[in-house]
């Protein structure tokens, strides 16, 4: 599956696009196909997304999952703050990244 | 410490007003992030892996308590209470809101601090000695000349574009404290003749081509630094390449030119630039030396430190550095808890550091290359009372310079550039290492991780050094033996094939057995592997 992701231009904050949205949870995120490109283009130029860009990922059975490391940690947070991720209170939540 | 001017003041709040209008047009849509991201790079604002990242510059390492106040301010108010001081002296936070920038670089400029210059192809933030104006080996104060090239290089039209970033370290004492021949530009002050004047090696670096800086010229009179500076950077603007970012700092440059070809060509351009008269009115740099004036140390002082609490001697003996003034002392703050990370400080601790500079280090602060920080002028009878609310603040690791006082960039944690995680084989190493006895034992062992080929965790110089790497989407991480960023400088050798993240950390640990095991009396690592070679670590690590 592929997977558009970028940064919200206020915040900074890593975001998914969701199919009508964008989340800052990766389980929301929906396969974007061929459409990414598209999709890029229109969000990036109403400035409701910066810097995006469209990753390879898998289905599994915890939702979407980015094939590489890099994404995995924008999309929970610091392998080494677990307290600062999405999921502070999941102690195995840094197993689904590493 | 240096106070603004006038001109200082209203150019770094010009900028403030400047930026805040540039984010308010890039919220507003009235300009691309193709436009903007120059102006916010220009300003420390990058976009990183989980927010944007701010990166505030410590000039030379220098601040006081009411700037070390507002750093922790900045963590509190607007990050996530702990910011990331780093091996240029600077301090990062990882978590900015753009919309938040410009009320930050507005509160910094309160207190005559800024963002200004630490990103981009210009001038970056000057650095030197952690200890300068107190250590007992220097010949004289370098942080007037550091001053000097900061108000010289802030905004130099000329060389706000250069052909890739610049980075400048000066120094003045021959012990090297601050990796002076691995930046762009190493200027050591230097002693001939009773005269004092400015050696200047040029052309060093880290990053993917690390280089060693050649001598370019072993005395420039310091009445000409200014002048001899400019000609250095003017030879490079004109022929630093621009074609291929891999090639364009000015290590590349010396190397393809040689030594001799590119010293030619600065003396040449040196004569056309001291006629044009930019090096200061004695009067002025007596102006800006005045400020770095010794405070008021009582020379009287008891020398004498009483040593009956054992951790407190264990303490003493790592962190607290000689004084060149008798009765008091330098205090390395160590940054390096066992299992913490590097060079990370909570507003809690940073709040604490500043309380204490201010109440027993004359109100001053210095950030070490080595993302520790220093509390410079400490009478020796305040030791005690320091050690003990430094332990309560879990500031009190005494592993000044031992195999835990681990450099180690942000790595993929962190850092969008980066192709491996450095922290936690910096946290998994100072683990296996925890035992204060053991790493007694190892003695100076100088270990450096960084995340990516771009060096900001200096592996080049690490007595060992950690490259991490990305091989086919997994992390790996080589290793390098043999590095130095002191003033017997040389750069690491890889090993031979890399390892998983456990694997490294077994791999240190049969390099430092091999070291106990070759190492003859008084030899440091990096001494015995300079004698035995790689050969023997070789066959420890891979049989």
């Known amino acids: 599956m592929k997977l558009l992701t970028g940064n919200d231009l206020k915040s900074g904050a890593v975001i998914w696009w969701t199919g009508a949205d964008w989340s800052i949870h990766i389980e929301d995120a929906v396969d974007v196909d061929e459409q990414g490109e598209a999709i890029l283009a229109v969000e990036e130029a109403a400035r409701r997304v910066n810097a995006p860009y469209i990753i390879a990922g898998e289905m599994t059975p915890d939702g979407p999952r980015p094939a590489h490391i890099k994404d995995r940690i924008r999309a929970l947070g610091p392998t080494v703050r677990p307290d600062l991720t999405l999921k502070p209170a999941d102690p195995t939540a840094g197993d689904w990244v590493i | ?543």
């Open chain 2, 1 to 543: 410490m240096y106070q603004y001017d006038e001109y200082d003041q209203a150019m770094v709040e010009a900028r403030v007003a400047e930026f805040s209008d540039q984010v308010r047009r890039r919220l507003a849509g009235e300009i691309t992030e193709d436009q903007f991201k120059p102006l916010r790079l220009m300003n420390g604002l990058y976009l990183q892996l989980h927010a944007y990242m701010l990166r505030v510059a410590v000039p030379y390492g220098t601040l006081d308590s009411r700037q070390m106040r507002m750093l922790a301010h900045i963590a509190r108010k607007y990050d996530r209470d702990y910011g990331h001081f780093t091996t240029r002296q600077n301090i990062q936070y990882n978590w900015i809101k753009l919309e938040d920038a410009p009320a930050i670089l507005a509160d910094l400029a309160s207190v005559e601090m800024h963002a200004i210059q630490t990103s981009g192809n210009c001038i970056r933030n000057i650095s030197s000695d952690q200890w300068a104006g107190a250590a007992a080996d220097e010949i004289t104060d370098p942080r007037p000349w550091a001053e000097l090239l900061r108000q010289w290089s802030s905004f130099h039209p000329e060389f706000s574009y250069l052909p890739r970033k610049f980075k400048i370290a000066v120094i003045a004492a021959d012990e090297d404290r601050a990796a002076m021949r691995l930046h762009d530009i190493g200027i050591q002050i230097v002693e001939k003749d009773g005269q004092h004047g400015a050696a200047f090696y040029v052309g060093g670096g880290m990053g993917r081509t690390p280089m060693i800086a050649p001598l370019i010229k072993d005395f420039v009179p310091l009445e000409d630094l200014l002048s001899y500076t400019e000609a250095c950077l003017r030879v490079y603007n004109r022929y630093g390449r621009r074609d291929n970012i891999y090639k364009a700092r000015i290590k590349i440059l010396i190397h393809e030119l040689g030594a001799d070809e590119y010293r030619r060509q600065v003396e040449e351009e040196f004569v056309h630039v001291k006629s044009l008269g930019i090096d200061p009115p004695k009067a002025e740099f007596d102006r800006i030396a005045a400020q770095f004036a010794m405070p008021p140390l009582d020379a009287s002082a008891p020398d004498a430190i009483d040593r009956s609490d054992p951790d407190f001697a264990l303490w003493v003996d790592r962190q607290v550095a000689a004084h060149k003034m008798p009765g008091h002392a330098i205090v390395n703050i160590s940054l390096k808890p066992v299992g913490g990370i590097p060079g990370d400080a909570s507003s809690a601790q940073i709040d604490l550091m500043a309380d204490l500079a201010e109440r027993y280090s004359h109100d001053e602060l210095r950030v070490t290359h080595a993302q520790n920080i220093v509390l410079p002028h400490v009478r020796k009878a305040d030791l005690y009372a320091i050690w003990q609310k430094l332990d309560e603040a879990g500031l009190a690791t005494p592993n000044l310079d031992l195999i835990s006082d681990i450099i180690a960039c942000p790595g993929l944690d962190y850092c969008s550039l980066a192709n491996a995680r450095s922290i936690p084989v910096a946290q998994k190493i100072a683990t296996r290492f925890a035992d204060l006895d053991r790493q007694k034992e190892l003695g100076e062992l100088k270990l450096k991780i960084s995340g990516c080929i771009n060096a900001c965790g200096h592996h080049h110089a690490g007595h060992i050094g950690i490259l991490g790497v990305d091989r086919k989407g997994t992390e790996n991480y080589q290793l390098l033996l043999g590095g130095s960023g002191a003033e017997d400088v040389s750069l690491g050798t890889i090993t031979g094939p890399g390892f998983d993240e456990d694997g490294i950390v077994d791999a240190i640990e049969r390099v430092t057995d091999k070291y106990l095991a070759e190492r003859a009396e008084g030899e440091r690592f990096l001494d015995t592997y300079r004698r035995v070679g790689m050969a023997p670590f070789k066959e420890a690590i891979y049989g």
